[in-house]
C-alpha cells in the first residue's frame, strides 16, 4: 500500500509514519514545511518526505493523489489561541486548501481519511457525544473561536455528501485531545499558544506560573497517542470495509478530566521526576479569565467525552492506556527532548 500523508511533520503525521515503517511494508509518501519530528523515519527506505507547502507544491500533491493508494490530508491548525488571533488562515487552510485535497480524491477516486475533531460537537451538552445522532452546538459568529469548529465541520458535510453520492470511499476521524510526545513545541507554548499539556510543561520546566482558565473546571477526555495510532492504522487497514463511510471519536472517556486535575497531576509528576527532585523551587497553578488569557472572541467548551461504541464494535479497538500513564509518558518524552 501506498499512502500519503500531507502535514507529515505533525503530531500525528509523525507517529503514524513511525508506525508504518515499524509494523507494515507500506510505503509513505509524505509533504510538510518542516521534518523536525522525522528522526525516527527519515532515511528509511520506505519513507519518501519532500519539504513543500500544501498552499504551493500544487503538482507534487495532485501527482500523489494520483499514485497512492490512500490520503491523509493532516494539514490543519488546530490551537483556540490560533483561532482567535488568525481566524481567516484557518479557514483558508483547515477548510479551502483541503477542500482542494478532497476534490482530487474525488476525481481520482482515491480513498480518504480525514481528521474532523471533536470541536465539531462544540457546546453540545450530551453526556457524551455520539457521532451519528449528537448535535453540534457553537457560539455567535463575534466569539470567532467556532471559524476551527465550524470549517471542519463543513469539509465533514461536502465529504459525507461526496460519499452519499458514491463518489468518495472516506473516513472521518474525531480526536479528542490526543496527547503525547512531540505534541506541539515548548516553543509556542511560550506564547501561550500550544495545547494544554504542552503549555503546562512548558510552564513546569520555564517554572513560569501554570494558568487554569476561568479556574479549571472544564474538562477533556484526554487519549494517548498510541491508542489514537492503533485505531488509525485499524482505519488504514480497512478490513471488510468496514471503516468506509464511517465517521468514528477517537478518544479515551475513562481519562475525563477537569483541567484543574490536570495540572495537580502533571505538577506532582514532575516534583517526582528524578531530573527535577531536588529544583529549589516549582511552578504555582494560578487562575487566569478566559478574556485576558485569550481574547474577548473566545468562548470555552465545559465537557467533552466521546462515545467510542462504534469504534469498538466495527474496528474491535479501544483505548488502553490510562490518565496518569499518558502523562507520564509525555512528561518523560518532553524532558529527554530537552
Ligand atoms: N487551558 C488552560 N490553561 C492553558 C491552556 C488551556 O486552562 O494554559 C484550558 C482551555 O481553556 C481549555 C482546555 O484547557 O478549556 C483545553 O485547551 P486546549 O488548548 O488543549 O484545546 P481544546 O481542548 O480546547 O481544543
Redesign the pocket.
Known sequence: MKVLIIGVNGFIGSHISQRIMEDTDWEVFGMDLRDDKLGHVLGKPRFHFVEGDIAINKEWIEYHIKKCDVVLPLVAI????TYIEDPLAVFQLDFEENLKIIRQCVQYRKRVIFPST??VYGMCTDACFDEDTSNFVLGPIKKQRWIYSCSKQLLDRVIWAYGEQGALDFTLIRPF?WIGPRLDSLETAKE?S????T??IA?LVYKEP?????G?A?S?SFTYIDDGINALMRIIRNEGGKASGQIFNLGNPANNCT?KD??EKLLKLFQNHPDHRNDEGFSKIIIQD?KS??GES?Q??YT?VPSIEKAKKLLAWEPRVGLDDALQRTLNAFLEEL
Do not use: M, W
Not at 194 to 197: F, G, L
Not at 210 to 214: M, R, W
Open positions: 488546530a490551537t483556540p489561541k471533536s470541536e485531545n501561550g500550544s495545547r494544554v499539556v503549555q503546562f510552564a501554570i494558568v487554569l482558565v476561568d479549571g472544564q477533556r483541567i490536570l495540572a478566559a488569557f485569550y473566545y470555552d467548551i467533552r
